[in-house]
């Protein structure tokens, strides 16, 4: 099946391996004169560039992103737009030995059984690599969803047991530290925990939390396409991911209707909620007020430290992960749940627009 | 936008409204050659029926379920199955006034934001009798899954604060109680929780959470068509579900790799794993263990406690909602889970057989 | 596969067997606020309508249709719109040999390879009766496009040798008689063609013309979403259709450029063209004049003459269809061209709403 | 809206323009275990180059094709295969004048009216260089349907009014002329004929065969996505396709019931068909045997010789086009027809697969 192609009119079809020659992603239904340049895509590829702190792999990589096609005179054609990042930096000598046996926690074996073998370089299609497809493609999005008003706000909300200080939620402090939490004393905590951990030869788990502003309210479809359902399908299918909250999320189950619900209420004559329980998001529309949403990612699978796994011979075997890899995952994701929420938005703002016989009469009148 | 269609190869396109003559679904793509009645959808149907527990709404409906093609002689044709489910306790006049109000936490606001106007008779189209349509397709997913070796465990993990006791599962007595749990000690704690919620006009939160057995290893799709990523739109789309888990969930932030990865193992010549914190889906493919899956639903939102909102006039209201309504979503929803899960599992494993060449020309030889 | 749902946003899910209980279609996507009632769709409906004409099957159905949803004080809400036609007139009696043998010029050998069995009653699932899901849809695309100032001329162009008289067109006349030909002259010639190919126990093929009016520029998507493209696809799965032409068709193959290019012209301040080869579509676009297709049906293949074929048990045999059967199909099938070119158009509109991002910030300021 | 993506199983997602850096497709869902090398494309590709043929453009590009992805030791790997195709030899230069006007009988009206504006070089997105990347992925469906049994003849069956000489129909000589028709006199016939069309400053209209052996009955999905609709598509998306015949096609208007009908019959214990009018197609689905199709192209639109057209400030003038340009299309096109028969037939065999719940538990146990 084809499962590298992900939205409704706009859509993203990725490609590439962690040790292949290039990755990259062609974006069709892009809206034509969006003014696009390699430096608005560079601009979120970097934020997920490995190679540029203590708690990230040292494999450095410039990827570098080059437009190959729809693209004009400095604006979207309307045509299909082709991205790709060259590898540089792939040592496959690294991985001789991985292609004997399945690492707990990772696709070998899954990939092996469905596909009778697979590349074993660095994870192949499912190293954390292939999320070069997304935000080359979430950049774009998101610069369309700016020009209409909707912007992000993504961070890191936990790393193991050290959550974020809502009262010292600084939003610029997010780009300015590489485990990109949004206070100084949770960074600094969450560091301290990291090096214990890779001290240990371990690794740990992070939540990633999304925020999006500027929302209209009705954008969504019931039943099947809700908003939440599709953003849950975008976030759920990036590598790790194992739960996704919207609003109160988990906590909803253990609370009361007199709780759960946000009455409405008339302020200053615009329509507002007294709570947004809902992460604004009700009968899977949005309803104009802040979407929250939560990823949860699991801890690294590649450890240094001893595991007990099997061979491709059928024996019971034990290993050390060795080569270049991250103790946590969440602060190089917070671009990619940014980018698949707004392709995910984007797609659903597009899909909004033929839902009243007066406004498409308006549109083509 | 279409939002009422489900699925990739085994489509279903569901319809009706809360208030309207009747509810259905067509499902397009079943294969051919599966004996099918009317009692097989009936008795997936029961399971949701509303009417029959003190712990549900008081309007009785049989919801006694119509083919209306696809099947001949005993057998499905592999053309469109069209089921019909007549509405017969429908009561109109119970909902004059909501028309002039939107009520919190409902879809009510969004729906008029979206289209200018909405049935507002029992909720229109996002009642919880649109799932009419998703149980029925999903009794025929799971009656071909059953035949692929493949079974579902599903019933309420938890209400409000008060969770099963996992030492004393009982899987034959999940459909012996009105709430569907698996153990009798959680049921009558749970029982009374809801009595006295419901004495104080409330409503509660629950968790339903679904275990399935005999997947073979290697379904689902690599990138956007993980079968995490496909569950989690499945059940995120259920009306007042607003978390979705798959194995450990939100824990594994929390925790460390080397506690979260599984380690693989043979036992008896057959490939197992020392634990299964992953839920059987590693990759986004299911790696041959038990798929764990939690759906957390928020309490109903349809209180009579009195809540804060606003009319269409835009005026800031207070009301009491009256009707027939659940106090609490969960065990009526577990069969609409089981369902949804049933119909991607299935989808996904079609999507699967083109996935070698080998296998292909097998099967073409 | 999901064979029987056909659209991107404007979707039609259809169901129903030509001796089942009933026939129906979902469409899903349709706008709120259409005023809709069951009599739009009579409409439709009558125009394909069996037993009101010599020229027709004698099997009598009044075909009423029923709508179960999606249409809320005489509007539509835009949720899914379930209609439903009853089988009235099924005499299954029949069709009992049938069951044994595969008719010639029919589906009967290639359902049986693909499925394993078939309903035979009447043709099952491959019946002309399918159609009556796709008219009832039909009707409502083209309601809406009415609105939006699209219109479509459809009838029969010719039957076996007899073409109309261009000269003495008179779309007045088209729904006068029986063949649906828009002058009296050709409807006289091609009646008597028709008596003496009945009283031959044979069928006669024919072709239907469509010209769409008033379609705007732009309409179409270039590559492989081009509106003749997706033109193409709806015709061609009209039962029996073996060609597709659009503009001059078949005869641009034999054409020199110079002949076949249709010049712009500046006429009266608006941008028209010097000729209309093209049919209406430059590029996969629509480019504002005329859309004008044609489809060719072959013979009803079902005739009373002796015809060589093979039974189940593998033996040559010789076959006389009985039953009641067509002696042409264009006729009937007028209405059913032109709501597959409706739903097809409308579609294709709606699709080019996101096409400019000019347009979208106008539509979401 | 995306148009640029093709296929349901078997996707390509094809993107570059006339002028711009690079073309290319990523092909999704391309099975794993194909041995697959650069130069099984490049043979596809090397079939519609430009440059090597007095009747076809002077523009010369090696048109070398380089895989990015998806390949790994010799083998697909189930993953996207990324291709990409460097332009070498555009001249912008030549294209200068070409952005103020609209040239009868090609896209440029119809997508500045789509998308505001358009990249005029060389048709941008709409030239025929956009094929490059069907042929590509072509190369691979119709190399997996090689192994499966299934192969393809194609060739020009017609140029003006010189057509193949069928008693003459030899298969090795249609890649040994720059034609590509399958007889020597026809060949020779519209060499002269070309010439003299050159000498005019004109171009002329062709059609193109294709047969397809080796097809196993019941591929293709009844109502909607018959094998022959979704063929449809497919060829009528090729650019200056204006009309698209099954079997017999627009002859079968004309005929009557006992001539359109093919008789069944066993012969040496396999069924046949006495006749094959149906063109291997009946009610959708593949009958067994040979599928006939036929592609109408119209003539060239860029001509040298004097037309009448407006420019963008809205004046009548007359233009020349100049530049490099293929007097005939259907020539080069042969092997466009081809990849895109292959590529829908190829994913109609994906789909079939899940037809029959008999072989679906075979494919499962």
Known sequence: MSGSIYGNKFKISTWGESHGKALGVVVDGCPAGLELSEEDIQKYLNRRRPGFSEFSTPRKESDAVEILSGVFEGKTTGTPISMIV?????????????????????ADYTFDQK???????????????????????????????????????????SIGDV???????????????????????????????????????????????CIVKGMPAGIGEPV?????????????????????????????????GSY???????????????SNHSGGILGGMSDGSDIILKAHFKATPSIASKQQTINKSGDNIEVCIKGRHDPIIGPRAVVVVESMAAITILDSLFDNMSSRLDRIKSFYK
Do not use: W
Request: proline fraction near 1%.
């Open 86 to 106: 060259r590898n540089t930096s792939q040592i496959s000598a690294d991985y001789g030995d991985i292609a004997t046996y399945y690492r707990p926690g990772h």
């Open 115 to 157: 596909y009778g073998f697979r590349d074993y370089r660095g994870g192949g299609r499912s190293s954390g690599r292939e999320t070069i497809g997304r935000v080359a493609a979430g950049a774009i999005a998101a610069k369309i969803l700016k020009e209409l008003g909707i912007t992000f706000t993504t961070y890191v909300a």
């Open 163 to 209: 959550s974020i200080n809502r009262d010292k939620f600084d939003e610029s402090f997010i780009l300015q530290n590489e485990l990109n939490m949004p206070d100084k004393e949770s960074y600094e905590k969450a560091s301290i925990l990291l090096s214990d951990t890779m001290a240990q030869n371990d690794s740990i788990g992070s939540c990633v939390e």
């Open 224 to 256: 099947f396409d809700k908003l939440d359902a599709n953003l849950a399908k975008a976030i759920m299918s990036i590598g790790a991911v194992k739960a996704i909250e919207i609003g109160d999320g988990v906590e909803v189950s253990k609370n009361t």
């Open 260 to 274: 759960d619900n946000d009455g409405f209420i008339i302020e200053n004559d615009s329509v507002n909620k007294t």
